[in-house]
């Protein structure tokens, strides 16, 4: 049974940061992927970052770029999504999500975590 938890989400003002954790078991992961997604009130789940566990090759959205930051500890099957620079249009609740698949299309994910709530004041 494989098990997918994220962490540290809240609530900050725009311009401040945050760093998200993601931990997964049951598996072996050495050829997996390792996704973030969002999704805000009343629109569809979009894309944010991924990172491979075999390489470390990231992904990342356009929103995401230059802003945020996906990193891992292979030994700990642990996943970080750090923000900075936040703003309110980042407000979300935030997926950590594990597949064997193409890294930005949510569907090629195979188990997602419960999901964490983000929100930027302004």
């Known amino acids: 049974q494989v098990h997918v938890v994220e962490s540290g989400g809240g609530l900050v003002q725009a311009g401040g940061s945050l760093r998200l954790s993601c931990s997964a078991s049951g598996r072996t992961f050495r050829s997996a992927v390792m996704g973030w997604f969002r999704q805000a009130p009343g629109k569809e789940r979009e894309f944010v970052a991924a990172i491979m566990y075999s390489d470390s090759t990231t992904y990342y959205a356009d929103s995401a770029k230059g802003r945020f930051t996906i990193s891992r500890v292979n030994a700990k099957n642990l996943v970080y999504l750090q923000m900075n620079s936040l703003k309110p249009e980042d407000t979300a609740v935030y997926y950590c999500?594990?597949?064997?698949?193409?890294?930005?299309?949510?569907?090629?994910?195979?188990?997602w975590g419960q999901g964490t709530q983000v929100t930027v004041s302004s």
């Open positions: 999500a594990l597949g064997w698949r193409a890294p930005m299309t949510s569907s090629n994910y195979d188990y």
